[in-house]
């Protein structure tokens, strides 16, 4: 398996608490903090990138997709005892 070597620098700036936080994060998961950076900035982008991408569906998927839609709801008793406990989220 090859691996990628990087070709590129990137060069910025961030406050002192930023830089703390993410020092402390690279430590805890025992990586370097270009390595933490860089992996965390790609996950960002592949999940946002991710979240534009259109996903058609076959005619079976979208025939699948539109029975489960029109399908009854199902009673999940143990949504309903978790929806009916106290939140400790504070209302906005």
């Known amino acids: 398996m090859d691996i990628e070597q990087p070709d590129h620098q990137w060069d910025i700036r961030v406050t002192s608490r930023s830089g703390a936080l993410v020092r402390r994060a690279a430590t805890l998961m025992g990586v370097s903090v270009s390595e933490f950076v860089v992996d965390s900035a790609v996950a960002r982008a592949e999940s946002v990138i991710a979240s534009d991408t259109p996903r058609p569906l076959s005619s079976a998927e979208f025939k699948?997709?539109?029975?489960?839609?029109?399908?009854?709801?199902?009673?999940?008793?143990?949504?309903?005892?978790?929806?009916?406990?106290?939140?400790r989220i504070p209302p906005a």
């Open 64 to 87: 699948r997709f539109v029975e489960a839609l029109d399908r009854a709801p199902v009673a999940v008793p143990q949504l309903a005892d978790l929806f009916s406990m106290p939140t």
